[in-house]
T-cell receptor
Framework: DSGVTQTPKHLITATGQRVTLRCSPRSGDLSVYWYQQSLDQGLQFLIHYYNGEERAKGNILERFSAQQFPDLHSELNLSSLELGDSALYFC?????????????FGEGSRLTVL | TQLLEQSPQFLSIQEGENLTVYCNSSSVFSSLQWYRQEPGEGPVLLVT?????EVKKLKRLTFQFGDARKDSSLHITAAQPGDTGLYLCAGADYGQNFVFGPGTRLSVLP
């Protein structure tokens, strides 16, 4: 158990819909990273938050947005869903603001868009 | 855009065999990490290498960071079925990001 909690574990929805994925980092970790994992793309970095502030953005679509709340949990919002958005979405936390420490991953949220 | 390539993409071997998987990039990284991911779970860190030329051993696993800090290898001695999984390398760039490779999917048959 990494200490990172992601909900929901599985989600099935239709094209055009909007979903919210939630992540609770390990106790004491201030950094939250979001990654998308699909079969042919590996782990793609989406966005990084540290203590409520956005620190870095990767290949995150405009239809996607995220935020980190004062209690440090984070949410990833995916809207106007397309078939190609079907993937595993991972949240990872780290105690550090920079990429010099270990990432602790949750078990992921599997999104299926029909 | 920094990219990490991993080879081979798939590897299926018998228990007891040795294997090496590779992680390569044209970019320099400040450090490199190896993770193992099992089905239904998130990746778990195996090791972090920081210094060019560094070699780290973790029981039957040996990790090496290239002198130029652009590539790395993972060698497993006497593989066991419990080593089965997706092995991911991740490079820490000089910004805020961890860049992940596509992974090597290892299957060790009993």
């Amino acid at each position: 158990d990494s200490g990172v909690t992601q909900t929901p574990k599985h989600l099935i929805t239709a094209t055009g819909q909007r979903v919210t994925l939630r992540c609770s980092p390990r106790s004491g970790d201030l950094s939250v990273y979001w990654y998308q994992q699909s079969l042919d793309q590996g782990l793609q970095f989406l966005i990084h938050y540290y203590n409520g502030e956005e620190r870095a953005k990767g290949n995150i679509l405009e239809r996607f947005s995220a935020q980190q709340f004062p209690d440090l949990h984070s949410e990833l919002n995916l809207s106007s869903l397309e078939l190609g958005d079907s993937a595993l979405y991972f949240c990872a936390s780290s105690v550090l603001a920079t990429n010099t420490g270990e990432l602790f991953f949750g078990e992921g949220s599997r999104l299926t868009v029909l | 855009t920094q990219l990490l390539e991993q080879s081979p993409q798939f590897l299926s071997i018998q228990e007891g065999e040795n294997l090496t998987v590779y992680c390569n990039s044209s970019s320099v990284f400040s450090s490199l990490q190896w993770y193992r991911q099992e089905p239904g779970e998130g990746p778990v860190l195996l090791v972090t290498v920081v210094t060019g030329g560094e070699v780290k051993k973790l029981k039957r696993l040996t990790f090496q960071f290239g002198d130029a800090r652009k590539d790395s290898s993972l060698h497993i001695t006497a593989a066991q079925p419990g080593d089965t999984g997706l092995y991911l390398c991740a490079g820490a760039d000089y910004g805020q990001n961890f860049v992940f490779g596509p992974g090597t999917r290892l299957s060790v048959l009993p």
